[in-house]
Nanobody
Framework: QVQLVESGGGLVQAGGSLRLSCAASGDSFRTYTMVWFRQAPGKEREFVGAIRESSSTKYYANSVKGRFSISRDNAKNTVYLQMNNLKPEDTAVYYC??????????????????WGQGTQVTVSS
């Protein structure tokens, strides 16, 4: 089993940047697809970005493409979400999630069986 711990959230002004980290425990990190979701108050959970387990191919929601970048450091068992040009509508709790290997339904939260506790990101105008 893998345990996930997010960090790096906080308060930032619109146009600013934050980098979130998700540290994973356990073996075989390289075989896990890693994903970021977010959820704003009263809203549905929303896919943000994913990075595959082998090719490290990246996928993004249209709402963040060009502003956010997902990456991973397999030697550190860590996935990152670099967030630039932040907007107030990016305000949400950001969650790291994982699954072994890959699913074509990568943007669905139902596909992931490991979740972090979340980290709050607040963007002020």
């Amino acid at each position: 089993q893998v345990q996930l711990v997010e960090s790096g959230g906080g308060l930032v002004q619109a146009g600013g940047s934050l980098r979130l980290s998700c540290a994973a425990s356990g073996d075989s990190f390289r075989t896990y697809t890693m994903v970021w979701f977010r959820q704003a108050p009263g809203k549905e959970r929303e896919f943000v970005g994913a990075i595959r387990e082998s090719s490290s191919t990246k996928y993004y929601a249209n709402s963040v493409k060009g502003r956010f970048s997902i990456s991973r450091d397999n030697a550190k068992n860590t996935v990152y979400l670099q967030m630039n040009n932040l907007k107030p509508e990016d305000t949400a709790v950001y969650y790291c999630a994982a699954r072994r290997y890959w699913s074509v339904n990568y943007a669905s939260g139902r596909e992931y069986n490991h979740w972090g506790q979340g980290t709050q990101v607040t963007v002020s105008s």
